[in-house]
């Protein structure tokens, strides 16, 4: 069985991590999205909340292709999440040159405390390639349209937590 690990901070899940997920299920038998815990970022949504949309758009996509997909908070270093969930893939996506440089240095790393876990890139769909959680909650801040970025759940989510709900 090929279970990979998508991780991610997910805060909050957008349709770039959307479309890797739906990618990804086509490459894998089971899928494990883990949940960074990532206090340094300090993130807008607690962790129950990035978990509990990461399964709720997750659950959309294990119906529509069959694949397991499930989720699981970590902290510790990744690869031993990984090794913790039973992958023997790292699934990332990349939005440009900058994300390949970093993940180039992770991979490095990971394979030096673990060789037999490999890291899969899958290339962002270009309408999503701009795409940044990061970004999107600095529109979503600044009275922004969000809508094109973001399921409409999450979109409600969001707005509301940043007390913009209509």
């Known amino acids: 069985m090929r279970v990979g690990l998508y991780p991610g901070t997910f805060d909050p899940i957008t349709?770039?991590?959307?479309?890797?997920?739906?990618?990804?299920?086509?490459?894998?038998?089971?899928?494990?999205?883990?949940?960074?815990?990532?206090?340094?970022?300090g993130p807008l949504f607690c962790l129950e909340e990035r978990v509990a949309m990461v399964e709720a758009e997750s659950i959309k996509i294990a119906a529509m292709t069959g694949l397991e997909i499930v989720t699981h908070p970590f902290e510790n270093l990744l690869i031993d999440c990984a090794r913790d969930v039973g992958a023997t893939v790292i699934v990332r996506g990349l939005r440009a040159v900058a994300d390949f440089e970093y993940e180039y240095q992770m991979v490095g790393m990971n394979r030096q405390l673990?060789?037999?876990?490999e890291t899969v890139f899958l290339m962002a769909?270009?309408?999503?390639?701009?795409?940044?959680?990061?970004?999107?909650?600095?529109?979503?801040?600044?009275g922004g349209d969000i809508e094109k970025f973001v399921t409409p759940e999450v979109n409600a989510a969001l707005l509301?937590?940043?007390g913009r709900a209509g």
């Open 15 to 41: 349709l770039g991590h959307l479309d890797i997920i739906r990618r990804a299920s086509a490459l894998l038998d089971k899928l494990v999205i883990g949940v960074a815990i990532n206090r340094d970022k």
């Open 160 to 162: 509301n937590k940043i």
């Open 114 to 117: 673990d060789d037999t876990i």
């Open 125 to 142: 769909e270009a309408e999503h390639q701009a795409i940044a959680s990061k970004l999107v909650k600095e529109i979503a801040r600044l």
